[in-house]
């Protein structure tokens, strides 16, 4: 029997622990033939076999993103950057801005995204009366990099409702001048306000997304992604539109949100696995709280720069707890976006109330983030045999913010892998992307250094090896997912889903990492991506 494709000359890390050193994969139509030695490997070829030669480039299972948003990925890259960089300023940001609207019809709504308060020289959120510099022609949303705060110009407040006299919706505050006058910052369910003036996406429109985000994982050797919340029936279509097509760029795993659809779900019988190896339906979400940099995640302790909150729930906590009870035992695997240490505390709660009330062995509930830890919940967490999904760029992107807002003793455990491994709990890597850059290696980065982008480490008896950082991007996705046995690991039988990276990963310096490219993206034993001038 002949391969289809052979990498051979290389470094072939198949996350596999204790597996021997190899050098070559064969692959059969969409699956692993062989791993091993060049010479063994190369036996398998045959007169109609491609060989890509490595020349010493590293292969890795296709990385797999285990909490990402590839829509709105896809949308945000036709929205205005508002990144911090490269923008260094709310001037920056309003300069863009008003170059976009400069172009766009009056009325039209103008979007943003990308901002962290921690980087701008203003070190402060914008205002309504800096959106209105750039226009006051066009509703504008800006959106923090968190997702959880936005900034809305006086047209989008007005649109929304907004004013001296609107009372703060359940889970969500509007930030108000001395007068009471909004100041256009609103924080989580103040948020949707906004939000749910927006126009929503076509099915064509969210296809489209789809494709470009897809395109940028590709880019970054990702195969494999978790989407985390789809609320509308349209999001539902275009996923399964594009799959029916064979036009899937990556492997999806769809949450669907509690709130939206779990009773649909419930009713049709739909529930976690339902679907086939390149679109399947996964766990069943809910939010439990907010973001650190917006001081909305529900923490134990106040802020220290904002004593006067812990944080906010997103609703009622025995009403959320119930709504994770629900979904259990409706045969869903659950997960819950927890930061603060109190949200996890009270989806951990919700966990044990759910496996006492309805008992299921190898239930794999999922705690999203779960950034903030206190000692006793890392007991939890182990006993029940929960998984953590941490942000594993997280750190070098916002670790300024988290010290100003939490001080460096409160996150002795913030993505605690190099726990999480010596406690037997398994963690999956995510970017959350478009909050965090789609790029693994800068996970796996700051997985093995704990540094930010300014090279500050932070809590370095965390750091976990170069091996363990690829298993948690690779292995531990596939088996947050109940994937294990298809996928994220190099071994014979499981689906040809590769990366290949520019260099022998073992010959750089930890801290540059991130800096190194892929080479080659191979889906389902195909060739998906090839970085110009990498052949």
């Known amino acids: 029997m002949s391969a289809d494709l052979i990498l051979y000359g290389g470094q072939v890390l198949t996350a596999v622990p204790g597996a021997p050193p ?27 076999t491609d060989l890509i030669p490595l020349r010493g480039r590293t292969v890795v299972p296709g990385f797999n993103d285990a909490h990402c948003h590839p829509i709105a990925l896809g949308l945000s890259l036709r929205e ?22 400069a172009t766009q ?76 006058t909004p100041t256009g910052v609103l924080r989580e369910a103040a948020l949707q306000l906004v939000r749910a003036k927006l126009p929503p996406p076509t099915v ?124 259990h035992r409706a045969g869903f695997q659950c997960c819950a976006h927890a930061i603060g240490d109190a949200a996890i505390e009270l989806l951990l709660d919700a966990f044990e109330e759910a496996l006492r009330l309805e008992p299921r062995p190898d239930h794999r509930h999922r705690i999203e983030h779960c950034s903030i830890l206190r000692p006793g919940l890392i007991d939890r967490i182990a006993r029940l045999g ?45 970017t959350d992307t478009p909050v965090c850059s789609p790029s693994a290696m800068l996970g796996i980065q700051t997985m093995v250094t704990r540094r930010n982008a300014a090279g500050q480490v932070l809590w370095p008896e965390e750091c976990v090896t170069l091996d363990e950082a690829i298993r948690v991007y690779t292995a531990n996705g596939a088996y947050a997912s109940f994937e294990e046995r298809a996928k994220g690991t190099l071994e014979p039988g499981k689906l040809a889903d590769l990366t290949v990276l520019e260099t022998d990963l073992r010959s750089v310096a930890p801290e540059e990492l991130g800096t190194v490219r892929v080479d080659y993206t191979i889906v389902d034993g195909r060739v998906a991506y090839v970085r110009p001038g990498a052949a």
């Open 22 to 48: 190899a050098s070559a994969v064969a692959i059969l139509q969409n699956r692993i033939l062989a791993v091993g030695t060049d010479d063994a490997v190369q036996t398998l070829a045959g007169p109609a």
């Open 204 to 327: 064509e429109e969210l296809a489209a997304a789809i494709r470009q985000a897809g395109r940028t994982f590709l880019e970054y050797g990702v195969t494999s992604v978790q989407e985390a919340g789809i609320r509308r029936a349209e999001e539902f279509l275009a996923y399964q539109t594009l799959a029916a097509r064979g036009e899937l760029p990556v492997r999806t795993t769809l949450m669907i949100l509690i709130d939206a659809l779990l009773e649909p779900c419930r009713e049709l019988g739909i529930r976690t696995g339902l679907g086939d190896a390149w679109l399947r339906i996964g766990p069943a979400k809910l939010f439990l709280d907010g973001s650190i940099g917006g001081r909305t995640a529900r923490m134990s302790e106040p802020y220290l720069d904002r004593p006067e909150t812990c944080g906010l729930w997103m609703d009622d906590p025995e009403v959320m707890k119930g709504k994770i009870v629900e979904a």
């Open 386 to 430: 929960a998984i953590p999904i941490p942000g594993t760029t997280f750190l070098h992107d916002f670790q300024e913010v988290y010290l100003s807002g939490l001080g460096r003793e409160r996150l002795r455990y913030a993505y605690a892998l190099r726990t999480f491994l010596d406690r037997g709990i398994v963690a999956a890597a995510s």
């Open 80 to 101: 205005v950057d508002a990144r911090t960089p490269p923008n260094h300023s709310i001037v920056d940001i309003v300069r863009r801005i008003a170059e976009r609207a």
């Open 105 to 180: 019809p009056a009325g039209t709504w103008i979007i943003a995204r990308g901002y962290d308060q921690a980087h701008l020289t203003e070190q402060r959120h914008p205002t309504r009366d800096d959106l209105d510099q750039a226009t006051r022609e066009h509703p504008v949303l800006l959106l923090r990099a968190c997702g959880h705060i936005g900034v809305a110009n006086s047209q989008a407040l007005e649109l929304a409702g907004i004013g001296s006299g609107t009372a703060d919706p359940p889970g969500g505050t509007i930030d108000r001048a001395a007068d009471g």
